[in-house]
């Protein structure tokens, strides 16, 4: 049977909380740890994460899911974006904080479910943005074991604006994406680009991905209309000891919706699966 603890508020550095669900099956023995990082305007309860999840605690991973602390969830609605306010002061760095915040939880052996965990066997899994913070973070930090991607970007720097626009967002100090599915405006301040720009080089994933030393896979799908994945294969480039896995014919979220009603994967979300447990348990 799998246990799932949802929406455990872990204290993080900047003020908010991180909230986090665990999945597990409750035996004593020791699991291989996979902690997920969503991507952008993304949440850990979207579409049809929570039966992935599910899906890992049942192959015997002990399965970590988060909102980054400044997503724009909160503890008490941690899907969708209540707090404008905080998504609009997020970056990149306060995301790689998040997530070494969650690494040195889950290592710290007065945690609560330590005689599940196998410390010595942490895979990251990012999706999309989550992505180029898992690469950094698997670059710099040596409990990382494994790295896998899913449909993940290769540079941040091309999703800044151009020059007129960086000119117009400096000015007015804020700009304005909207998202497609809640059609809310959801803010960024102009400090998201000036911390990218004092923390350049630590967030350029292509010198994150050359000093990998872990085996890393990388899964994209060839219908990715969000990140393409040409993507992909510059990553792979990038670290030969890298594997490349396409998904023929997958979208961004490999056929899975939010909400998704379902009580089983979509079939190119099933197979993405299936692919990083292989690799993860290996």
Request: proline residues 4%; neutral net charge.
């Amino acid at each position: 049977m799998i246990k799932i603890h949802k929406n455990q508020a872990i204290p993080g550095r900047h003020q908010k909380s991180i909230v986090t669900d665990v999945f597990y099956q409750e035996n004593n023995k020791k699991k291989p740890i996979v902690i997920f990082c969503h991507g952008y305007k993304g949440f850990k309860d979207w579409g049809a994460w929570d039966l992935m999840a599910t899906t890992f605690a049942e192959q015997g991973m002990f399965f970590i899911k988060f909102n980054f602390s400044h997503n724009g969830g909160t503890l008490s609605q941690p899907i969708d974006f209540p707090d404008l306010d905080a998504f609009a002061e997020n970056n990149y760095s306060k995301e790689l904080d998040d997530l070494q915040t969650i690494i040195d939880r889950i290592s710290d052996t007065k945690n609560p479910y330590h005689n599940e965990l196998d410390v010595h066997h942490i895979a990251l899994i990012g999706h999309s943005r989550g992505g180029g913070i898992a690469c950094i973070k698997a670059s710099e930090e040596p409990k990382i074991t494994k790295l896998v991607t899913w449909a993940g970007v290769s540079d941040y720097a091309v999703r800044f604006p151009d020059k007129k626009g960086l000119e117009d967002w400096k000015k007015k100090g804020v700009v304005y994406v909207e998202n497609s599915r809640t059609k809310q405006q959801m803010p960024h301040h102009y400090q998201f680009y000036t911390d990218f720009k004092e923390n350049e080089d630590r967030l350029t994933i292509k010198k994150a991905v050359n000093k990998l030393n872990i085996p890393y896979l990388i899964i994209h799908g060839t219908d990715d209309t969000t990140v393409h994945y040409k993507e992909a294969e510059a990553l792979h480039s990038w670290n030969l000891q890298s594997k490349l896995e396409l998904i023929e014919g997958s979208n961004h979220v490999f056929e899975a919706q939010h909400p998704w009603t379902e009580s089983k994967l979509p079939e190119n979300l099933r197979e993405v699966v299936s692919k990083t447990v292989s690799f993860v348990i290996i």
